[in-house]
Structure formats: structure tokens, C-alpha cells
């Protein structure tokens, strides 16, 4: 198997952005760090590290490495890791 590859950049890293979320019986992972120099917490933002239900309006894919938008890139990747799958059980 051959790792996502960003067609602007060729990193094999990206994000994917859930927005407009409704969640059930979820967990949220916050981890804060001391900024040394703002001399107070900063916040990497809050993960949901479990849920029973996700349900996103919207989704976008971005490139971890340039922060280009790679949506469909990472939507045909998904695709053909799904495809032999299909095909095998045909």
C-alpha cells in the first residue's frame, strides 16, 4: 500500500476538518502548553477523542505540510484503497 502524496507538495500528511459537528457522549482531548514568552497557557486546540455519535454538516482535507486544500485528492486515495476490496469480493 502506497501513502497519500500531496499533489501540491508531496507530503503524506494531512488534516482532515470536521465543522458544524454534532456529537453524542463525546470525549475532548485539550492539551495546553506554558507559552514562555506570552507568559500564560496556550491551547492547541481541542480534539474529540471519542464519541458515540459524530455527525459532520462539512469536511475538508488539508495538506499538514503546505496547508493547501487536498480534498479530493485524499477522497480518490480513499477510493482506490476501497477499490481491491470491491473487486475482490465480486
Known amino acids: ?20 459537528c454534532s456529537l453524542s457522549n463525546a470525549t475532548l482531548h485539550e492539551t495546553f502548553q506554558w507559552n514562555e514568552q506570552e507568559q500564560e497557557y496556550a491551547s492547541s486546540g481541542t480534539v474529540v477523542a471519542d464519541a458515540e455519535e459524530l455527525t459532520p454538516q462539512d ?6 505540510e503546505c496547508e493547501k486544500d487536498v ?7 480513499e477510493a482506490s484503497l476501497a477499490a481491491p476490496e470491491d473487486a475482490a469480493g465480486a
Do not use: K, N, R
Open 1 to 20: 500500500m502506497q501513502p497519500f502524496t500531496c499533489p501540491h507538495c508531496g507530503s503524506h500528511a494531512y488534516t482532515i476538518v470536521l465543522s458544524g
Open 71 to 77: 480534498t479530493d485528492a485524499v477522497a480518490a486515495y
Open 59 to 64: 469536511s475538508e482535507a488539508l495538506c499538514a
